[in-house]
């Protein structure tokens, strides 16, 4: 879809427009441009309750059906209950490893497809065009595929295997782009473009629409300058993911230059030669799974490695206690050093104002089962000091301070929501706190994916706690099922009036 003088025909305003052309959009603009699921004649679905719901209305698709009373009962390992829904109907029973044909057979109605845009930054495929090319995803390859094309077909036409059922974030990058293309979406997507500015105006006729603005890049052959551009639509679709901006400390001196907060900063210095083996270590800060990436590349370079989090190494939260062992067997290697590789404290905490160790971990021996590494579980930091210096605080007060060559804090990231008012955080569970996708995500509805604050205003994937494109999925489907019920009823009934918490 083009961008005509820099904007709509005026008189065109769009029903629906995405901002996000990650897994999130691609799968939503699969459902808007007319793809359709139904329950197939010889469709058998393993729970008997859900099969039987299902075809009570075997002539209705799903976006015609009360998805509530479809999702009664099912159990899965999403909170949003739509998402469990579809995951359990595109792969049933996988968390039991069974691959079972699913019960669904789709059909193209171009005669119900939504007119719709999906804009993005880059190409299709959102974040997964950034991410490391050679690490597996933590998903296996089926739970990342999207409807309507086997990612292990689309792998062995490329004549490539997939590596213990799981890809790499360059192949998965890459069978996203190919989607749009394969399903005929390419028409609905711009890429190349930033929203800066997303709000609530008057039509001429009176409705209350949404005015997009925002930049688009230029072809290359033009300098790829960055024009302005403007868009109307009935409805909008947040699917920007969460992976804008890195998530900090707050800590006195984390901005110096030695310490980063992602993992391709990493990737540099090792690219450039300033780590092997005779480095100090590298402090990497965080128990999430790039962090662990980030302990393994360090490692496998034979670089020491400190790592430092705030959490047990049993403690039933910290994602390595979550992954089959025989699925994700180098984190739990990792999980293994964080568990058998722990600095040993030489002195207990003594009365309630802690001291420091200047020596730091000079105690503890970079000896063991794996040489070169040394974890701080329950262990905070305090401060970056400059000289390459960083300080850490036990449990019980007591500090270390650690001679570092680099510090890489892999703590998480947040969505960039800056083209809203107060970015976003009126919309969250929590308006008194910013939007973050783990703890205080957007307030929608969970049958519909609607804000509970802005009719008309639609959010999925991770801003609505998704963090797998399993699960993102169901977000597609209770949309596309919401905005097909407003077309239907549109002859008999308006839109609610929005509240004032996006108003312009």
């Known amino acids: 879809m083009e961008l005509q003088d820099n904007r709509i025909i005026p008189t065109d305003i769009l029903p629906v427009v995405i901002i996000g052309n990650g897994p999130s959009g691609i799968c939503l603009s699969y459902l808007l ?121 689309w792998v062995r036409e490329k004549r490539r295997n997939v590596r213990n059922d799981r890809a790499t974030p360059a192949e998965i990058a890459s069978y996203y782009q190919h989607y749009v293309t394969r399903m005929g979406l390419q028409e609905s ?140 067997p180098e984190y739990h290697k990792v999980h293994q050093m964080m568990t058998q590789q722990q600095q040993q404290q030489q002195q207990q905490q003594q009365g309630g104002g802690g001291s420091v160790d200047p020596a730091g971990p000079a105690h503890s021996s970079f000896s063991g089962s794996y040489p070169g590494y040394i974890s701080f579980p329950k262990h905070r930091v305090v401060a970056f000091k400059p000289g390459h210096k960083c300080v850490l605080e036990a449990e019980g007060g007591r500090r270390s301070v650690l001679q570092v060559s680099m510090a890489l804090v892999l703590i998480g990231s947040h969505p960039n929501l800056s083209f809203l008012p107060e970015s976003g955080q009126p919309l969250s569970l929590d308006p008194r706190e910013p939007v973050s996708c783990r703890r205080n995500p957007l307030d929608v509805n969970p049958y519909t994916y609607e804000s509970a604050q802005e009719p008309g205003l639609y959010a999925m994937g991770p801003l609505v706690g998704e963090n797998f494109v399993r699960f993102l999925k169901g977000g597609a489907l209770a949309i596309a099922t919401d905005l097909a019920r407003k077309r239907r009823g549109a002859g008999t009934s308006r839109q609610a009036e929005p509240t004032c918490a996006l108003d312009s």
Request: charged share 20%; with cysteine.
């Open 189 to 328: 997507f711009v890429c190349g473009t930033t929203v800066t500015a997303l709000q609530r105006v008057t039509a001429d006729d009176g409705r209350t629409i949404w005015r997009f603005q925002g930049l688009r890049r230029g072809p290359a052959e033009a300098g790829e300058a960055e024009c302005p551009f403007t868009v109307y639509a009935e409805s909008v679709v947040l699917a920007t993911g969460t992976h804008d901006i890195p998530a900090r400390l707050g800590v006195p001196g984390e901005d110096l230059p030695f310490v980063c907060h992602s993992f391709w900063e990493l990737e540099a210095a090792i690219a450039a030669g300033r780590l092997d083996q005779a480095s100090e270590p590298v402090l990497v800060v965080g128990a999430g799974l790039t962090a662990a990436d980030a302990v393994l590349a360090a490692h496998h370079l034979n670089t020491p490695v400190y790592h430092a989090f705030r959490r047990s190494v049993g403690d039933p939260g910290l994602i390595f206690n979550q992954l089959p062992k025989v699925l994700y």
């Open 33 to 153: 441009s007319g793809h359709t699921p139904y329950l197939s004649p010889e469709g058998m679905h393993p729970n008997s309750i859900l099969q039987s719901k299902l075809e009570q209305h075997p002539h209705l698709s799903l976006l015609e059906q009360d998805l509530e009373y479809l999702c009664e009962g099912l159990e899965g390992r999403s909170s949003n209950p739509v998402a469990v829904l579809f995951d359990s109907l595109l792969l049933p029973d996988s968390d039991f490893g069974v691959d079972r044909v699913s019960p669904l057979l789709w059909r193209y109605r171009p005669e119900h497809a939504v007119p719709h845009m999906v804009l993005g930054k880059g190409p299709p495929g959102g974040a997964w065009h950034a991410m490391e090319g050679s690490m597996l995803t933590l998903s296996l390859a089926n739970w990342m595929e999207l409807p309507g094309l086997k990612l292990k077909d």
